[in-house]
């Protein structure tokens, strides 16, 4: 069993950057592979980026590509999402998930494992 705990969160302006942090409990968590995912409200949750387990390999969605940066620690057990250049249309709940079988993908319904969310507002 793995939980993860996302912080990092908060409300910035137009432009600014956040990184948000997601640390995990258990000593697999190197073998998955992990992934952000965002909702925001009366919209289904959609991926935003992942990363292979030993970090050579990422994903992101369109509207992530040159703006975010996913990485990972897995020394501290813990997955980054660096965000720049944030827009309003950013707004949202941010999870960590993982895969326990370590695929890289893009479809939340095949993640085993997520966090509880943290918010992520942007001001116009």
């Known amino acids: 069993q793995v939980q993860l705990v996302e912080s990092g969160g908060g409300l910035v302006q137009a432009g600014d950057s956040l990184r948000l942090s997601c640390a995990a409990s258990?000593?697999?968590?190197?073998?998955?592979?992990v992934g952000w995912f965002r909702q925001a409200p009366g919209k289904e949750r959609e991926f935003v980026a992942a990363?292979?387990?030993?970090?050579?390999?990422?994903y992101y969605a369109d509207s992530a590509k040159g703006r975010f940066t996913i990485s990972r620690d897995n020394a501290k057990n813990t997955v980054y999402l660096q965000m720049n250049s944030l827009k309003p249309e950013d707004t949202a709940v941010y999870y960590c998930?993982?895969?326990?079988?370590?695929?890289?993908?893009?479809?939340?319904?095949?993640?085993?494992?997520w966090g509880q969310g943290t918010q992520v507002t942007v001001s116009s």
């Open positions: 258990g000593r697999a968590f190197s073998n998955y592979a």
């Open positions: 998930a993982a895969h326990r079988l370590g695929i890289l993908t893009t479809r939340s319904v095949e993640y085993d494992y």
């Open positions: 990363r292979s387990r030993n970090g050579l390999d990422t």
